[in-house]
């Protein structure tokens, strides 16, 4: 059997970050919800509730932001 120092070195380490993340990752797309529906994002931000990945797909598209690019 292991002595008790040695058993305390076997375990795995915890780690608290103390630092927050100030910008937050966004990309435009369209993924699944932990227990049902669909998330539209969006680069600048925005997101949006969306029944289906095609209605999703539709309001990145029409999104302000987009129509503003011209794209």
Request: aromatic share 8%; charged share 25%.
């Amino acid at each position: 059997m292991a002595s008790e120092e040695e058993s305390v070195g076997s375990r795995p380490h915890l780690y608290v970050v103390r630092e927050q993340v100030m910008d937050a990752v966004t990309v435009t797309d369209v993924y699944p919800v932990l227990g049902g529906g669909w998330r539209a994002s969006c680069e600048c931000g925005a997101t949006q509730s969306a029944g289906s990945p095609s209605e999703g797909w539709d309001w990145v598209l029409d999104h302000l932001c987009r129509r503003g690019r011209g794209g």
